[in-house]
């Protein structure tokens, strides 16, 4: 080895051919001139057995034309005889660094089409990218903001995929779905007998988030009691769990997440201003599903994909006239709404590909749910009651039953819903 790098040779261009079958290599150097085959013959070969290998050439009878030619056919450098040393070493690391960010850039690009459903080349979507990708290596606590069903936990998941704490724990947590009384508990930890029903010592979110990245969505609805103690968290990286008397340091990335306005909050004296400038260090903005409509057929496309592969169904497409169908619809529920639709299209609609005259089924009611079984008099809680079982059944009829997906729908936590039902009178199975 030399130079902390290991060479492994052979005579001619066949017996190197012959060596790549045995196993991969990170850099290929090799003469122009050579018996048998040569140099460039080599190179035409290595691009079809070994694509995306960096070959270097070397010759001490090269020409002008010739180095022209060797570039176009894929040679990443061209080096005169006699080389030194030096040189040669700084020729394979500059091979080598390229080859590195080539395929990091291959695995980015895959990561963002194959693992997410942040997809679509409008201008909004590319904007973002570019801002996750210069956000994720920071420490700095991101604040994504937008509307519901635009995918905010899934660019949180794709900031902690794309940083150094990939392979360290993604913590969420919705604050909106805890009731104010366990918020505490559910962050922080609590000790064993801290409260009625603590049985046992329990690590909080932060805790389980240790080396990684808590996300922290509707960071809005935080009780404002809580707040100082989150800010503590962030400030000096310590925490005490209920109960506790002794301090826990964590090392914790905060992402968090709302779609309301949180200076409104401020001046409502709702939300601390110092917890907020803590939290927006830095800010992402998920565009709403309306505002990039040309991300439409891509989006469709992915999503009838992914819903195949998963449920082992033969492959379909949606007709270009269903995707305009589907391209003018207002989406109120934003990507999450288009991903139900296209599941449920899935399922109800006959045919390959899917035409327009059959989304009908498919696609939700004109405007929001509206209550049919309100009270026309009664306790205020009658009436919230009444509303809430009738919006509960309308999205539990709209996912075809699927809990899971009416459940985010409503942005609550699938047990939430469950407990929702059940105090409500509301029996799931028949809600389909």
């Keep these: 080895a030399l130079e902390g790098y290991e060479a492994t040779t052979a005579p001619s261009a066949a017996r190197a051919l012959e060596r790549l079958q045995a196993g991969p290599v990170d850099a290929i150097l090799s003469d122009l001139v050579m018996p ?41 450098d061209f080096v005169e005889k006699p080389v030194g040393l030096d040189r040669l070493l700084l020729t394979l690391r500059n091979a080598l660094r390229l080859d590195r960010l080539e395929r990091e850039n291959l ?20 904007s973002l990218r570019a801002l996750v990708e210069r956000a994720a290596p920071s420490d700095l606590p991101i604040l994504v903001l937008g509307e519901n069903g635009t ?15 990939r392979g360290q724990p993604f913590v969420r947590m919705n604050c909106a779905a805890i009731p104010a009384e366990l918020v505490e508990s559910e962050l922080f930890g609590h000790e064993k007998g801290a409260f009625t029903g603590a049985a046992e010592r329990r690590r909080g979110r932060f805790e389980q988030a240790d080396g990684g990245t808590l996300f922290l969505d509707e960071i809005g609805d935080v009780p404002a009691a809580m707040q100082a103690k989150l800010l503590r968290v962030l400030q000096d990286g310590t925490l005490t769990r209920v109960g506790g008397a002794s301090e826990t340091k964590v090392d914790v990335r905060l992402i968090s997440a709302t779609h309301r306005d949180l200076e409104g909050l401020i001046a409502e004296g709702r939300l601390r201003e110092d917890l907020y400038y803590r939290i927006n260090t830095l800010v992402l903005k998920t565009p709403a599903l309306r505002e990039r409509p040309g991300d439409v057929s891509a989006l469709v496309e992915h999503f009838v994909q992914s ?17 305009d169908v589907l391209r003018r619809q207002p989406w109120r529920g934003n990507v999450r709404e288009l991903k139900n639709v296209v599941e449920r299209a899935l399922i109800l609609c006959d045919g390959d590909p899917i035409e327009a005259e059959s989304l009908r089924v498919a696609l939700p009611a004109a405007g929001p749910p509206r209550p049919r079984a309100i009270p026309a008099e009664g306790p205020l809680r009658d009436l919230v009651e009444a509303y809430e079982r009738d919006v509960i059944r309308e999205r539990l009829r709209a996912t075809g039953g699927h809990v899971t997906a009416a459940a985010k729908s409503l942005d609550l936590e699938r047990s939430h ?6 105090a409500l009178g509301i029996d799931m199975r028949e809600e389909t």
């Excluded at 995918?151 to 704490?165: F, N």
């Excluded at 082992?312 to 995707?323: S, Y």
């Design 307 to 323: 819903a195949c592969r998963r449920n082992g169904w033969r492959p379909r497409r949606f007709a270009p006239q269903a995707v």
């Design 107 to 126: 695995e980015l690009r895959r990561y963002w089409q194959d693992e997410l459903a942040l997809i679509g080349d409008s201008a909004p979507m590319a």
């Design 151 to 165: 995918g905010k936990e899934l660019l949180a998941r794709a900031v902690h995929d794309l940083s150094p704490r």
């Design 417 to 422: 819903l469950y407990k929702k039902c059940k």
């Design 36 to 76: 048998g085959m040569d140099g460039l013959e080599l190179l035409g070969r290595l691009r079809e057995q070994a694509p995306g290998v960096p070959v270097i050439l070397m010759s001490g009878q090269a020409t002008v034309e010739t180095a022209v030619k060797a570039t176009r056919l894929g040679a990443l």
